[in-house]
């Protein structure tokens, strides 16, 4: 069952690249799955480590949950008790129980250190299909349980993890008409949350280098935009350029040497999308239209780069060469599209769609073909990739005074729409790459 | 060149609507700029159009010179077959005729053993479409496509036969009615014909039943765009209606006659998540297995065409097509 | 084709003219004073920050996604030059904003093209170019919250706000 589970994942993927048949006005109707039920059983703790046990299999099963693939039971439901890592499961009680996967954890703490360890098991075939154990400081306990939870999504569906993994976003406080947006971060699942400026600046569209140690974002300021780059262990901001120009919507090359964004044209008219090495500090520019080309970002390889451009009279997505060459509109739906990001593996571009006087986000292939709607309404932008390439997160804004953005994710075949838990308003997510 | 000349275009016209002022130069350059952009989107889209016409062009042109197996190619009936065949395309306008070309045998009567595609006639025809399908079959379904070679039966031109009776379904042939009633491959009399296209005006009765026989005689009638939009609207409407999992799977079967593997794959995997537990849900199992096979993932084709057995061990028959079919694309 | 853009421009810049005629009745106090001569007139200070806003009218506004000046911004900033010019010692800087129906990095740049166009405007009137610096503030500092056109209308702007030479 869980091979066939794992099989039937795959044609949502091939399916995607094929086209999209089932996709009525752009919406998808079809790929979903039903979650695999799996009992993550409660670890087992030596003394002292209960609560941390407690915690680490809650994480687990919440990720797993969140991921829209599992569907982890209530352990009231559960038959048997176990009470060592070293049993051997009784598999029938398992399958009575309706569970088609079985996960039995141990979790030893000593000092400040603390070491889980995992089986999985697949209950109709009785296989052990894997097990693993990982060791840190104990005030990581969250990311052990990650990385476990990361194992499992991996045996079973075949994808490559996400779950340890960190999300840089902007914090919004504060009234409508004056937000304070402070530069933030926090866990993949909405867990231990940072605030990492103090908010005297309109901070804007912060991004991960390809090692999570940096972030880049921009911020208004009292006389301009800037680009920065802020160093997480050291807490130190640099500025990006010494530009008299305005600077905006920075990226980090995926090798981390470069950051692109766009800059204002000396008359003031106009953005062009630049590129500065960090080591020799040198600006090149990759677009000179008298246009607004912004919200540029790098292929996977770094050999091309998606951007905007109202070079047409409206938000078009287009594609060029690292150099510039080669300019190419890609996006020729009804509407306008905008902040292109590409997917890690490089197959998509998510993008912001303006239409109908609503906001949508979406995917489509690299060369503009077979574009899907994730999800549509009154506002919704921004969107970024999980490392995995399967999930895309983005910003929802809500009406009213009293509304603000919030930010949700939703699996590529368009299920699993899922709200990321935030202490306050927050907008312009970016997901980090797997951490190490 | 062309933003060159764009730019003039904009300069004269811009020159000629407005009257110059010595003091507002910064907004003509505004104006030129918003021109450029506008004119620039134009171009953009032209250029996409012309593109798109290229690319239909192209696919128009390799559909004269390959037609797809199991679908009659309009373009080579209209200029290779006997009258009978293109009357079959021709818009009932003449019902007269249209009638004399009806065999009569009522294949609307879904489930009544002759639900099968039209048949051209003559044997220069049947070679040239044999020798079509062994192209684009070859290697995808060896046993099929040996087996009609080396015995064409009468009756089944224009579409591959199963290797066995039983082991059908493979080819994008509607086997099975909507009702479950097995439709017989050899079934099949040479005198066959396909009944005409209703007219255009027949009224549309919208009841969920009405709807789903008018897309499956659509399949039928092998107006695959029809029977697919026709399918697709049902679904939407009638998401919790008892027939949705077959409307999936006659989704993919149209899909599947076209050769468009991915949209056939979505729609049988669509009848199997809508119903696990329905009429048409081994089938779309096994067929999601040859959809992925045709794109080739053919470790996961492998493991659904596997689990059709351990997942159905009552659909006798799916299962026999299913160990057939997982012998025949080398699932070991 | 062009012409029909002119068309279209006339009855968007129809439809702002209503959509702001529509606001003023709410309380909108900096909204186009000069348009609405309140009881208040003469009573700021000549040269103050109040006498600006009040008598000279601070801010001019935009079409959806458009970045011209309409003849009523052209009215406005003609006597946003005359003061200026009148008392020379005042700097200001001119903000560009844009409303909220649009993403984030676009409507920074096209906030940026809103206020240059204004700058411009107030160079050409006279203004010396080293009193006005500008800054743009995309979709980030809306004045009005509805969710809704007469909302939107009104944070398209573009506001001069004085940063010197006077109180």
Same mark, same amino acid.
């Given at each position: 069952m869980i091979k066939l589970f794992r099989a039937l994942l795959i044609f949502m993927v091939v399916a995607l690249s094929a086209n999209h048949a089932l996709a009525v006005n752009g919406t998808v109707t079809s790929g979903k799955i039903d979650p695999l039920p799996i009992a993550i059983t409660p670890f087992i703790a030596n003394a002292g480590s209960e609560n941390d046990a407690a915690a680490i299999s809650g994480v687990i099963a919440n990720d797993l949950a969140r991921s829209g693939y599992f569907s982890p039971l209530a352990p009231e439901s559960f038959i048997e008790k176990i009470t060592s890592f070293d049993q051997t499961p009784n598999f029938a009680s398992w399958s009575q129980a309706k569970a088609q996967a079985l996960v039995m954890g141990n979790v030893t703490g000593s000092g400040d250190k603390i070491t889980v360890a995992f089986k999985l098991y697949d209950v109709n075939t009785q296989a052990f299909l894997g097990g693993s154990s990982f060791t840190a400081p104990s005030k990581l306990s969250r990311r052990l349980a990650h990385k476990v939870a990361d194992l499992i999504y991996n045996k079973i569906t075949g994808f490559a993890p996400y779950f340890d993994t960190r999300i840089v976003y902007v914090d919004e406080t504060g009234p409508k008409n004056a937000r304070i947006k402070k530069l933030a971060m926090m866990d993949q699942d909405g867990f231990n949350p940072r605030i990492?400026? !103090? +908010?005297k600046e309109i901070l804007l569209t912060p991004r991960f280098s390809p090692t999570t140690q940096e972030i880049t974002y921009s911020a208004i300021g009292s006389d301009s935009s800037r680009v920065y780059i802020y160093n997480i262990d050291t807490g130190q901001k640099e500025i990006v350029g010494d530009f008299k120009n305005m600077s905006f919507a920075p990226r980090f090359s995926p090798d981390g040497q470069k950051v692109i964004m766009s800059l204002e044209s000396d008359d003031g008219r106009n953005a062009n999308i630049y590129e500065l090495?960090?080591?020799?500090?040198q600006t090149r520019q990759i677009t000179n239209e008298p246009s607004i080309n912004t919200a540029p970002c790098y292929s996977p390889d770094g050999s091309r780069i998606a951007f905007e451009s109202d070079r047409g009279g409206s938000q078009q997505i287009y594609v060029m060469g690292a150099d510039g060459s080669n300019q190419q509109r890609v996006s020729f739906g009804n509407g306008a599209y905008s902040t292109p990001v590409w997917s890690p593996d490089g197959k998509y571009l998510a993008f912001t769609k303006q239409s109908d006087g609503g906001f949508g986000i979406g995917i489509m292939n690299v060369d503009g073909s077979g574009e899907r709607i994730l999800t549509e309404g009154f506002h919704n932008e921004g969107p970024t990739w999980s490392p995995n390439s399967r999930v895309v997160m983005f910003f929802r804004d809500t009406r009213g005074e009293t509304g603000g953005a919030q930010l949700w994710s939703v699996d590529i075949s368009g299920y699993n729409e899922q709200q990321v838990p935030t202490a306050d308003f927050a907008s312009d997510p970016a997901w980090s790459p797997l951490l190490k | 060149m062309f933003k060159r000349s764009i730019f003039l275009i904009a300069m004269l016209t811009s020159a000629a609507l407005t009257p110059l002022r010595a003091d507002d130069l910064s907004n003509r350059v505004d104006q030129l700029q918003d021109q450029i952009r506008q004119l620039t989107g134009q171009i953009e889209l032209l250029n996409y159009q012309v593109k798109q016409l290229q690319i239909q062009r192209k696919q128009a042109l390799a559909s004269d010179v390959l037609p797809a197996p199991n679908v009659p190619n309009t373009q080579n009936a209209d200029s290779m077959a006997s009258p009978q065949t293109f009357k079959r395309f021709v818009k009932p306008t003449a019902p007269s005729q249209e009638a004399n070309d009806a065999s009569g045998q009522g294949v609307e009567e879904i489930g009544d053993g002759s639900a099968l595609p039209p048949q051209p006639a003559g044997p220069q025809i049947q070679q040239v479409q044999q020798a079509q399908q062994l192209q684009i079959n070859g290697g995808m379904n060896p046993a099929s496509t040996q087996q009609m070679v080396l015995a064409p039966p009468p *009756?089944?031109? *224009?579409m591959l036969k199963a290797a066995k009776p039983g082991d059908g379904g493979f080819q994008g042939k509607v086997l099975v009615g909507p009702d479950g009633t097995a439709v017989a491959d050899d079934a099949q009399q040479p005198g066959d014909q396909l009944a005409v296209a209703q007219p255009a005006s027949a009224p549309v009765v919208d009841t969920p039943d009405d709807l789903f026989q008018r897309n499956y005689q659509a399949l039928l009638q092998l107006r695959y765009p029809d029977a697919e939009a026709g399918f697709k609207d049902f679904i939407v409407k009638y998401p919790n209606h008892a027939m949705v999992g077959s409307a999936a799977y006659w989704l993919g079967e149209a899909y599947w006659a076209e050769q468009n593997f991915g949209a056939a794959a979505q729609a049988y995997q669509d009848s199997y998540h809508r119903d696990a537990k329905g009429r048409r849900a081994p089938d779309s199992l096994l067929k999601l297995g040859l959809s992925l096979s045709r794109l080739g993932q053919k470790d996961q084709a492998c493991t659904i065409i596997g689990s059709v057995d351990t997942e159905y061990p009552n659909a006798v028959d799916v299962k026999k097509r299913a160990q057939a079919a997982f012998k025949r694309e080398g699932c070991g | 084709m062009i012409s029909r853009l002119a068309g279209l421009k006339y009855i968007g810049l129809t439809c702002c003219f209503l959509a702001l005629a529509a606001c003023?009745?709410?309380?909108?106090? !900096?909204?186009?004073a000069g348009m609405n001569n309140?009881? *208040?007139? +003469?009573?700021?200070?000549? *040269?103050s920050k109040a006498d600006f806003a009040t008598n000279v009218g601070d801010r001019v506004f935009f079409l959806n996604n458009q970045t011209d000046l309409s003849p009523e911004a052209n009215d406005t900033l003609t006597k946003q030059a005359n003061w200026l010019k009148q008392y020379g010692q005042v700097t200001v800087q001119v903000e560009g904003h844009a409303d909220e129906r649009g993403t984030r990095e676009y409507n920074i740049a096209l906030s940026a093209r809103r206020a240059t166009a204004t700058r411009n405007f107030l160079i050409q009137q +006279?203004?010396?170019? !080293?009193?006005i610096s500008s800054i743009a503030y995309g979709k980030e500092r809306p004045v009005a919250l509805c969710d809704a056109e007469q909302c939107w209308s009104q944070n398209r702007r573009a506001v001069t706000v004085i940063t010197g030479g006077t109180n």
């Open positions: 990492l400026s !103090n +908010g090495d960090l080591r020799s500090r | *009756g089944t031109l *224009g | 003023s009745r709410k309380d909108q106090p !900096n909204l186009d309140a009881p *208040g007139v +003469g009573q700021a200070a000549p *040269g +006279g203004v010396q170019a !080293n009193r």
